[in-house]
């Protein structure tokens, strides 16, 4: 178990002070894929490199396994480094040695005999699909095969976590979901405990089980990805859910609603019952459905009429039938949440 109590972290600049980190505390169970998600400059990149203690915490306390790491030894530190894998948006591998001798450098380090190291290595590279790659350089790799070199690496040293910053970024939308059905796999079948941090909402709704989201050096808002998606409290985690809505400003009307349904649901028809019930006839602006957690989630953005009796209607109809649904404003292009959901 990871547990991050009360980080912070401050830099010292010739401007001034810069807080990078503010009182953040999560904690992260064994065998759980968690996800931290937020915009630029919001601190997540920091946060993950204080877990291993690459950066080392101005305050508060890093625990893992119970033992806190700003407590251990130098040979401490480093033994307790091994066991937790970390990947890159970057890959950094090393252009001058092989496919094979990249996944066997920690292992070189570590003092492994050669001959188990090389066996180790096949054996990673088998587990990430690159068994035909072992004497390619890295500038012979495409950007997938790169990464999941650079993921072999990082377990060589059979690590209990794994920390994967941006890893997808710099990865066409194939290749990024390729890389992440192999990240949960590493997780399913070796037992791997992984910290994701991204900026895309996609990758969080792919592989993870939670998500933290961080804004301004702070972390706004923790849960189930599937409670974030469907009920998003924080102003961070809206605007991170919800720019793929785009509707016109030219359309008339009164209110836009969000409907979000899971796969229990989704078969029910809501959009027909809702103006059936009411007798209110209602705009579909925008609809989608997304895979998390291995259910179908879908959301729809419904326009309600000017008319306040008959949206009247249409919301006692949804609370009534515990429909979860929130209000949205804003005009094209800047559509946000300003409502709890219900239900």
Do not use: W
């Not at 169970?29 to 291993?52: H, M, P, Q, W, Y």
């Not at 050096?217 to 599937?226: C, M, R």
């Amino acid at each position: 178990m990871i547990e991050l109590r009360n980080i912070s972290k401050t830099y010292k600049t010739k401007k001034g002070e810069f807080t990078a980190l503010s009182n953040v505390s999560l904690t992260v169970s064994d065998g759980e894929i968690f996800g931290i998600i937020g915009l630029s400059g919001a601190g997540k990149s920091t946060l993950v490199r204080c877990i291993n203690y690459l950066e080392r915490p101005t305050s508060g306390q890093v625990v893992i396994d119970g033992s806190e790491v700003g407590r251990l030894s130098k040979k401490e530190l480093l033994k307790l480094r091994r066991n937790i894998g970390m990947i890159f948006q970057g890959f950094n591998l090393l252009e001058q040695r092989t496919v094979l001798r990249n996944i066997c450098f920690p292992l070189e380090i570590a003092g492994v005999p050669k001959d188990k190291a090389v066996q180790k290595a096949r054996e990673l590279l088998e587990l990430v699909g690159l068994t035909d790659k072992e004497t390619s350089y890295p500038s012979q790799l495409s950007g997938g095969q790169k990464q999941r070199v650079a993921i072999a690496r990082a377990l060589a040293s059979d690590p209990k976590y794994l920390l994967c910053d941006e890893a997808t970024s710099a990865l066409d939308p194939d290749t990024t979901r390729s890389i992440l059905e192999l990240i949960r796999e590493i997780n399913r079948s070796l037992g791997v405990t992984v910290v994701v941090i991204t900026h895309d909402m996609k990758v969080i709704d792919k592989i993870c089980d939670r998500v933290a989201v961080m804004d301004s050096s702070v972390v706004t808002e923790i849960g189930a990805v599937t409670e974030v998606f469907s009920k998003p409290q924080s102003e961070t985690a809206k605007k991170l859910i919800l720019p793929e809505i785009r509707t016109a400003d030219s359309i008339s009307g009164g209110e836009r609603i969000r409907i979000v349904y899971n796969g229990e649901s989704s078969h029910t028809p809501v959009v027909a019952n809702t103006i059936l019930s009411s007798g209110v006839p209602l705009n579909i602006l925008y609809a989608r459905t997304k895979d998390i957690d291995g259910r179908a989630y879908g959301e729809l953005v419904l326009q309600l009429p000017d008319d306040s009796r008959a949206a009247n209607r249409v919301k006692n109809y949804l609370d009534t039938n515990k429909v979860t649904y929130s209000v949205l404003e804003g005009g094209a292009g800047n559509v946000r949440d300003t409502a709890k959901a219900v239900g």
